[in-house]
């Protein structure tokens, strides 16, 4: 890992495909100096470190997120000084260590091709909490230049920091100009609104997380350009709405990545697919909860119960293979137009006793709404937990 400079103040690390690394931005001030980014892992934080060394940099004081996405904060239990995240930020890692227990590794490294190359040497996935939080914007003087931290709206997530160096005219920028993962679909009014807040900035450099520097007038078009051929996309007519047999097609390619990869949950669309090793109704509920768009997905899941089809119905999905399903399930995914196919069929889940109704299929019994169903499941995981 080289370090590359565009000041006296201001260096970063250039960002790698292959485990998707993204780019890591340092500030150096003369009484303290800023990370920007805490990488995808312990490893990824050790490089950057020797980067700094070798060019004779102090390590740095302080370290901010700009999301909370994995290739950006995993590194930050081996970062050193002091963290720095906004509330939103701090939250989703907090729902991710309560969310997924001591399953968390097992649901990334499912998750994604990345994360599985950039923990193949078998590192464990570890995830933490920023020290301090900040809500709305943050000023912090290093010593004869200054970072503005501010949460920015962003197609991309809902907690995106952009942080601000006025003297050096450089904002990084995270992965706030990107589309939503997995689809990369780009919501034209959030990217407005970050094109109205960027354009009132003052700065020459550019750091995104997985390009190079860019200039004010390159991400401009950039924005513009996302918004443009996102709506070409949604309004071409050259591609033909998918049937029902199409639907289920991808639905039985979800289900021979259920099987191969040994998971509980495959959602797969021509776009993109998510994996899940989670159990139960967990992680639609996470998707859900994400705001990931999954409208037109097909799945292929392990157990659907008339739980699971209401949360199926909320997400917009098409399609949904399962070796078993219940009984109370069908009515639901008929109602929707949700298209299916069972190895088996049962007429309720049972729960892990096998001495009664899955708590998930008892919840939902008089409920008929995918909203209120969504809602009244969230409180009864948390329950349960």
């Known amino acids: 890992m080289k370090l590359r400079r565009i000041s006296d103040r201001i260096f970063y690390t250039h960002f790698e495909t292959d485990r998707d690394r993204p780019l890591l931005g340092y500030i150096r001030g003369d009484r303290l100096c800023m990370a920007v980014d805490a990488g995808h892992s312990a490893a990824h934080v050790k490089e950057f470190y020797e980067a700094l060394k070798k ?38 890692l907090r729902e991710i260590i309560s969310g997924y227990g001591d399953s968390i590794e ?48 962003s197609a991309h997530t809902d907690d995106s920091t952009l942080v601000y160096v006025p003297e050096e005219k450089t904002l990084f920028l995270g992965d706030a100009i990107c589309g939503e993962y997995p689809t990369w ?10 094109i109205h807040v960027i354009d009132e900035i003052d700065f020459v450099h550019a750091l995104t997380g997985h390009w190079e520097v860019w200039t004010k007038k390159e991400v401009m078009e950039h924005m513009k350009e996302e918004i443009m051929e996102n709506a070409a996309a949604e309004t071409s007519g050259s591609k ?35 994996c899940s090793s989670e159990h139960g109704i967990r992680p639609l509920l996470l998707w859900i909860r994400k705001g990931t768009d999954l409208k037109d997905y097909s799945a292929a899941d392990q157990i659907v119960g008339k739980a699971a089809a209401l949360l199926y119905a909320k997400m917009g999905v098409r399609a949904v293979y399962a070796k078993l399903l219940s009984e ?58």
């Open 240 to 274: 033909a709405p998918a049937t029902q047999e199409q639907y289920l097609e991808n639905a039985f390619r979800a289900r021979e990545e259920l099987d191969k990869g040994g998971y509980t949950c495959v959602l797969r669309s021509e776009e993109g697919m998510l």
């Open 328 to 385: 109370k399930a069908i009515p639901v995914l008929e109602r929707y137009g949700i298209v299916y196919y069972a190895d088996e069929t049962a007429p309720f889940i049972i729960n892990r006793a096998g001495d009664g109704m899955c708590p998930m299929e008892q919840t939902v019994l008089q409920i008929e709404d995918p909203d209120e169903a969504a809602e009244a499941l969230a409180k009864k995981v948390v329950e349960l937990s």
């Open 55 to 92: 060019e004779g940099l102090p390590l740095p004081d302080l370290t901010v997120l700009t999301h909370w996405h994995w290739d950006h904060s995993f590194g930050l239990h081996a970062a050193c000084g002091i963290s720095v995240s906004s509330g939103r930020t701090a939250d989703h």
């Open 106 to 153: 097992q649901h990334f490294l499912a998750l994604d091709e990345h994360i599985r190359a950039e923990y193949a040497g078998s590192e464990p996935i570890v995830v933490t909490v920023p020290d301090v939080e900040y809500h709305g914007k943050l000023t912090v003087d290093l010593g004869g230049v200054h970072a503005c931290l501010f949460e920015a709206p």
């Open 185 to 194: 679909r780009v919501d034209p009014d959030r990217m407005n609104a970050l």
